[in-house]
T-cell receptor
Framework: DQQVKQNSPSLSVQEGRISILNCDYT??????FLWYKKYPAEGPTFLIS?????DKNEDGRFTVFLNKSAKHLSLHIVPSQPGDSAVYFC??????????FGKGTRLHILP | DTEVTQTPKHLVMGMTNKKSLKCEQH?????MYWYKQKAKKPPELMFV???????INESVPSRFSPECPNSSLLNLHLHALQPEDSALYLC??????????????FGSGTRLTVV
């Protein structure tokens, strides 16, 4: 059973607008959540993380929101740029070393 | 140096071949990982090494054999693979205990095709 779920396989957003990528999880014991970005033929790149004791973390154009009661997190990208077109993976830290990934959402930034 | 380097980038091997994937990092990370990623699927954890010792083996078939000769190197030895083992094999590293803060640093992967 999937513990980290990204229910939208793809998302298209106009350049300059806000991109919102969503993620749900089932395990209330996760203590950190992470977002990764992946271009074709490259490994995933760490973007931003959030501790389970916080509800928001911001880094430049990227903001992650966590709603623990709903077991839901989202990544906001503002403003969206062409270089943001990639696959975005939501992930959760299960143990000190182990990260569990969602299936990913492909983001297309439209000109 | 903030990279994880994987070689080769592409590998085609027959089912009777023996080959090795290599991974190297010089960031002082003491945890290293092998992940397997099939098309349109998330990366799946295979092995974790902590302080050069195997700490997690996610029930991976014995035709995959990991090796961590030192704190900078991680190998994955392949023998008698099946066509369904064709995938992108990703190496990653992290600081022990700080995975949540900084995540993993991934290599670009080795695209493996078994024929």
């Amino acid at each position: 059973d999937q513990q980290v779920k990204q229910n939208s396989p793809s998302l298209s957003v106009q350049e300059g607008r806000i991109s919102i990528l969503n993620c749900d999880y089932t395990n209330s014991m996760f203590d950190y959540f992470l977002w990764y970005k992946k271009y074709p033929a490259e490994g995933p790149t760490f973007l931003i993380s959030i501790s389970s004791i916080k509800d928001k973390n911001e880094d430049g154009r990227f903001t992650v929101f966590l709603n623990k009661s709903a077991k839901h997190l989202s990544l906001h990208i503002v403003p969206s740029q062409p270089g943001d077109s990639a696959v975005y993976f939501c992930a959760a830290k299960e143990t000190d070393d182990k990260i569990i990934f969602g299936k990913g959402t492909r983001l297309h930034i439209l000109p | 140096d903030t990279e994880v380097t994987q070689t080769p980038k592409h590998l085609v091997m027959g089912m009777t071949n023996k080959k090795s994937l290599k991974c190297e990092q010089h960031m002082g990370h003491r945890a290293m990982y092998w992940y397997k990623q099939k098309a349109k699927k998330p990366p799946e954890l295979m092995f974790v090494y902590s302080y050069e010792k195997l700490s997690i083996n996610e029930s991976v078939p014995s035709r995959f054999s990991p090796e961590c000769p030192n704190s900078s190197l991680l190998n994955l030895h392949l023998h008698a693979l099946q066509p369904e083992d064709s995938a992108l094999y990703l190496c990653a590293s992290s600081q022990i205990g700080q995975t949540g803060l900084y995540g993993y640093t991934f290599g670009s992967g080795t695209r493996l095709t078994v024929v």
